[in-house]
């Protein structure tokens, strides 16, 4: 009895030894002022902005990879172009104003516009085309609750030497949304981010601020235009994100459905009456939208629910409304497919399931999840309903398979409790036999509590960030490809500013925003490895052998009208005029070579990344008796991972590539280990 007291007091030791010594950053990047700003990117590196410089952090190591002397830099002064290595940096020096394209890879500035004015809020880009889309927004600063409108202007670009084709300016103010909710903190960016980012298709330039408008992308003569409000309520992206297929491009907007023929850009058909259409999807000839939902307020972000309540099928061909589903209350969720004929939907309080192919209900059953705001089909076929603080997964009937589903498991459900040691198995309730797990972890209940509900609200969003494959078995079986491919080449602050937003939102946007620029396998290299045969070589040798999709391709002349000298694009020669430091011109060529090899690599593991867990910000169990993050597979639902980061600003963020949280503490960027259970 003595000895298994003993064995049992070094155990808790141990436990309490490993929970301090995890508790430490794995490691700390001071920096030469408080960190106002930082963000992850495809290629591991983090962003970080001070007062007066701009600095490349290694995300896996802390390393400093590069710094630029900057002033008066915020969030809204980076922007990451898609498929490159590209970022841009909107500078403003007194009364004048740049935008330079930098390679994030080595820090030098691979060419400046003084043309584009202004903070760079959105873009969409073509590197086959060499184009471009940049849209600017001046003095976007305001304070939190004020009403902020200002004027966009669409730049066209050539993507290789920063050349203006044309630009826009668009005939009235739009509203803006702050960058960031809380207390008051007085002037703060604002952003676009309530608007879908324009888009560029078939040798048009499609933006969405005032309607939607069309332009030839080259020349920037207006196509098709309709004009109408596109944040009803004062809600954010109220309108769904647009869809293609071979023949038309389709967008939402006052209740209506638009088929624009891909050929001419004119208008085919219209759906009419439809109300807010926050979601679309194509599967076949059928085109499939969500009416109503739960949408962020502009003023404030808070959530508003907003209807009619329901789900349409639309037939593309002719813009008849085939059947509408009617039967969802308040609190609608986003839409998923469990199968090509069967759509899963919450509201305030079922799960229903409905045959896509008539529209009719196969089952509607109590998901007793509070406040639920998501759904989603993980690995195993299982819907899982969510909202801030708890997940529940449920076995449903398919329209193809409802008799063979019908069978009941009584004893395999688990109920898990906020341990990482117990799994407590229980029978499943009589009321809802459909029940396989339920999870739940309440927020802490010490600290600010304003602050503590944005953490917690950020922790359950990085989910979205990933789990884009698994929200809807589509997505896994490839279909609606096309429609997931649009967004790869376009970028808005949603990406970073994620926390901003509802969760519906964000489940309606990640089973597209997945795929991204890594869905397509190819990055456009402008910057040092453009210029490094080595490296490209070797890339190249790498994808026959390890790298399977990635493609690293170095833009040539073909089918590009552009300045062209011997095959390549006319590139200057990189500026390292504000460079103050550069780790890669420190270290010799074959390091060199590695360390950009290294970066590349992991882009293309974050190609390959599936969100298996999601993350809740809670009172963690004994023996570490402190806040932090616990990580939820939620294929399984078991208490998979766990972050002892007790405090982390409102900012965080992770790179599950690198199983890292990353967050900042005055002038210190730290990283802290994503520990498995």
Request: zero cysteines; proline letters at 3%; a positive charge.
């Given at each position: 009895m003595t000895s298994m007291k003993v064995l049992v007091l070094l155990f808790c030791l141990l436990c309490f030894f490993a929970a301090n010594q995890n508790a430490q950053p794995v490691w700390q990047a001071p920096l030469d002022g408080k960190i106002l700003f930082y963000q992850t990117t495809d290629f591991g590196i983090v962003l970080a902005g001070t007062g007066s410089a701009l600095f490349a952090i290694d995300g896996q190591t802390g390393e400093r990879l590069w710094r630029r002397n900057h002033k008066g830099l915020d969030e809204t002064s980076i922007t990451p172009i898609p498929a490159t290595d590209l970022i841009l940096l909107s500078l403003d020096?007194?009364?004048k104003s740049r935008v330079e394209a930098i390679d994030l890879l080595s820090g030098a500035s691979v060419w400046r516009s003084e043309k584009v004015k202004g903070d760079i809020m959105q873009l969409a880009v073509e590197p086959e085309q060499d184009l471009l889309a940049v849209v600017t927004v001046k003095k976007a600063k305001g304070?939190?609750?004020?009403?902020?409108?200002?004027?966009?202007?669409?730049?066209?670009?050539?993507?290789?030497?920063?050349?203006?084709?044309?630009k826009k300016q668009l005939e009235s103010d739009v509203e803006m949304m702050p960058a960031e909710f809380g207390e008051d903190k007085g002037e703060v960016a604002f952003t676009l981010d309530n608007y879908r980012p324009p888009l560029m298709l078939d040798g048009r330039l499609y933006l969405f601020y005032e309607g939607a408008t069309s332009y030839d992308a080259r020349t920037g003569r207006e196509g098709e235009r309709e004009k109408f409000k596109t944040n009803e309520g004062g809600l954010a992206l109220t309108e769904a994100d647009p869809v293609f297929d071979d023949r038309y491009l389709y967008t939402s907007g006052r209740g209506k459905i638009r088929a624009v023929d891909r050929r001419s850009g004119k208008i085919e058909w219209e759906a009419k009456d439809l109300g807010v259409t926050p979601e679309m999807a194509i599967v076949g000839n059928v085109l499939y939208v969500r009416t109503g939902g739960q949408f962020t307020r502009i003023k404030d972000g808070e959530i508003e629910e907003k209807g009619s309540f329901g789900v349409s099928a639309i037939?593309?061909?002719?813009?008849?409304?085939?059947?509408?589903?009617?039967?969802?209350?308040?609190?609608?969720?986003?839409?998923?497919?469990?199968?090509?004929s069967t759509i899963l939907v919450a509201d305030k309080n079922d799960l229903i399931t409905i045959?896509?192919?008539?529209?009719?209900?196969?089952?509607?059953?109590?998901?007793?999840?509070?406040?639920?705001?998501?759904?989603?089909?993980?690995?195993?076929?299982?819907?899982?309903?969510?909202?801030?603080?708890?997940?529940?997964?449920?076995?449903?009937?398919?329209?193809?398979l409802r008799a063979s589903n019908a069978f009941e498991i009584t004893d395999s459900s688990f109920k898990f409790h906020n341990s990482f040691l117990e799994n407590q198995p229980t029978k499943t309730k009589d009321k809802n036999r459909?029940?396989?797990?339920?999870?739940?972890?309440?927020?802490?209940?010490?600290?600010?509590?304003?602050?503590?509900?944005?953490?917690?609200?950020?922790?359950?969003?990085?989910?979205?960030?990933?789990g884009g494959l698994a929200t809807s078995a589509l997505n896994i079986a490839g279909g609606a490809s096309a429609a997931r491919s649009i967004l790869s080449l376009r970028w808005s602050g949603l990406k970073s500013r994620f926390s901003s937003f509802d969760l519906t939102t964000l489940a309606s946007n990640s089973a597209k925003n997945y795929a991204k620029n890594y869905a397509i396998g190819k990055v456009n290299v402008y910057g040092i490895s453009a210029r490094t045969p080595l490296l490209l070589n070797r890339l190249n040798n790498m994808?026959?052998?390890?790298?399977?999709?990635?493609?690293i391709n170095v833009p040539t002349a073909s089918g590009i009208r552009g300045k062209i000298i011997g095959g390549a694009f006319d590139?200057?020669?990189?500026?390292?005029?504000?460079?103050q430091e550069s780790l890669l011109d420190r270290i010799d060529p074959a390091r060199q070579i590695e360390k950009l090899s290294d970066y590349f690599l992991r882009r293309?593991?974050?190609?390959?990344?599936?969100?298996?867990?999601?993350?809740?910000?809670?009172?963690?169990?004994?023996?570490?008796?402190?806040?932090?993050?616990?990580?939820?597979?939620?294929?399984?639902?078991?208490?998979?991972?766990?972050?002892?980061?007790?405090?982390?600003?409102?900012?965080?963020?992770?790179?599950?590539?690198?199983?890292?949280?990353?967050?900042?503490?005055?002038?210190?960027?730290?990283?802290?280990?994503?520990?498995?259970?």
């Open positions: 020096t007194g009364d304070r939190i609750g004020e009403q902020l409108k200002r004027e966009p202007v669409a730049h066209v670009l050539r993507l290789s030497d920063g050349e203006e084709l044309w037939d593309t061909a002719s813009g008849k409304t085939l059947w509408r589903y009617k039967g969802a209350d308040k609190g609608l969720t986003n839409f998923v497919f469990a199968d090509a045959d896509a192919k008539n529209g009719k209900r196969i089952e509607k059953f109590e998901h007793d999840t509070e406040r639920a705001q998501f759904v989603l089909i993980n690995e195993k076929g299982e819907a899982v309903v969510g909202g801030r603080d708890e997940i529940a997964a449920f076995r449903i009937q398919s329209s193809r459909n029940e396989i797990w339920r999870v739940k972890h309440k927020a802490p209940s010490r600290g600010v509590l304003r602050t503590i509900a944005g953490i917690a609200l950020r922790a359950t969003a990085l989910y979205f960030r990933y994808r026959s052998t390890v790298s399977g999709g990635l493609q590139r200057a020669t990189p500026s390292r005029a504000d460079l293309k593991r974050l190609a390959e990344m599936r969100g298996n867990y999601m993350y809740f910000y809670t009172d963690l169990p004994r023996p570490f008796d402190k806040k932090g993050l616990i990580g939820v597979n939620v294929h399984t639902g078991r208490d998979a991972r766990f972050i002892l980061a007790s405090e982390p600003d409102p900012r965080f963020t992770t790179d599950e590539t690198a199983g890292l949280l990353y967050t900042a503490e005055g002038n210190r960027l730290q990283a802290f280990d994503v520990l498995d259970r």
